[in-house]
DNA sequence: CGACGTATACTCGTAAACGAGTATTCGTGA
DNA sequence: TCACGAATACTCGTTTACGAGTATACGTCG
């Protein structure tokens, strides 16, 4: 039940977090959001920025509140927030917050294409991984204890969850990697084959074709 | 290191996966997905489709193999994957299975926004969220015991991965429901009464505000 | 004091994503 | 048998995303 949002974009959403909290021009949210580290999980492409600006005021969700000049910069456009673009931050919050994601995962089309490589490649790019991982979840984990010192739970908890989900992440393709490490994966050997011949296993060619239209 | 592609789209890592198996036509290649329930994962948008296909084509990945007629039905275009597409798809699934992906997770948004509502609100909407993943879990569960008795497991670890996610994030709302519920998230107090001020407790906003926006 | 690098503040054009619409044909039941 | 709905096979126009480019001002190092 993901509703459909006059400009639908994350970047709207974190332009209409920060400019809740005051005024500003299009430069200062990008700077403000970058001073929080949002760049991280949301890289603020310039481009994106000013068009959904743009939108937004367009949908009256911010509107223009004069411009001020400073020096003899160029002149910039300040924006506030409006009562519908308060209203469909806090809905937006809501959605997010109740309605499990149905997000296209990339790790799950590479599995779904897997089948393409031989078995041992496979493992070895899934130890790259399981590396890569640790790396990222030993580098989270330290930036969250020096945060928590600092900032409120509240705060990190964006964090947390992110470190969560790659120690499962990580879990997981170790759990995979043991088995076809130690051979015990199931039918490795049709695997290994199919690469020379270039052609499945007849019981899978037969249910990969179309056995479940399932209407 | 996620590497800029020609077409960069996972449908386009679709079509070239399907195409991989025998020449066809766009639509064809749609409903092939479809069959295998590729559309779950990732919606077929038809504009999207027809781009994607002569993307593919304009940078070699594809090529034009004739086109035949069936009836009076309209005439469609047969494609046939190249040897630079063959290679296309084998480095970009080596680079899906090696790289853990940092792509925007839409709750993590949600996480950093929640502050905006009452921990009440907050409390309630993961509790919904908590049901809806645990009807999600039990659906995926079932269908994946489904198919385990017709495919080999090769071929349905893409699911097996998509519910250990959803397991981990399940186990992640509940313990901070848990906290919510039962008082000890720390600092609840001052996170309520923000509401009543719609200021920030001193300490966070200079924090948040991170001194670094210089005026 | 002036040249140079960096921060500020955008604009514009390209390219991709998307959804609604169009037109034909096939199968099926009344 | 023929009307009607579902399936086939796209096209086209609108939005949206993006990145490279532009232009000015401020600080600073020699």
Do not use: C
Request: proline share 4%.
């Amino acid at each position: 039940m993901v509703k459909r949002r006059k400009v639908g974009s994350l970047l709207a959403l974190a332009v209409l977090s920060v400019v809740a909290q005051r005024p500003m021009h299009a430069y200062e949210m990008a700077s403000v959001l970058r001073s929080r580290g949002k760049d991280q999980d949301m890289a603020i492409k310039w481009g994106s920025l000013y068009t959904v600006v743009h939108n937004l005021a367009r949908h009256g969700l911010l509107r223009e509140a004069g411009s001020d000049r400073q020096g003899g910069r160029p002149e910039r456009t300040v924006y506030e927030i409006t009562e519908e673009g308060r209203a469909e931050l806090a809905d937006w919050t809501r959605e997010l917050l109740s309605d499990p994601e149905e997000a296209p995962r990339r790790f799950e089309a590479g599995l779904s294409v897997m089948a393409g490589l031989p078995p041992e490649e496979v493992t070895a790019l899934l130890r790259r991984r399981l590396d890569a991982l640790q790396d990222l979840i030993a580098a989270q984990r330290e930036a969250l204890e020096r945060d928590t010192g600092g900032l409120p739970r509240l705060f990190v908890l964006e964090s947390e969850y992110g470190l969560a989900m790659r120690e499962a992440e990580a879990a997981w393709t170790r759990a995979l990697l043991d088995e076809l490490a130690g051979g015990t994966f199931p039918r490795l050997e049709e695997w290994r084959a199919f690469h020379g011949t270039g052609r499945l296993p007849a019981d899978v060619a037969e249910l990969a074709e179309g056995g479940r239209v399932t209407d």
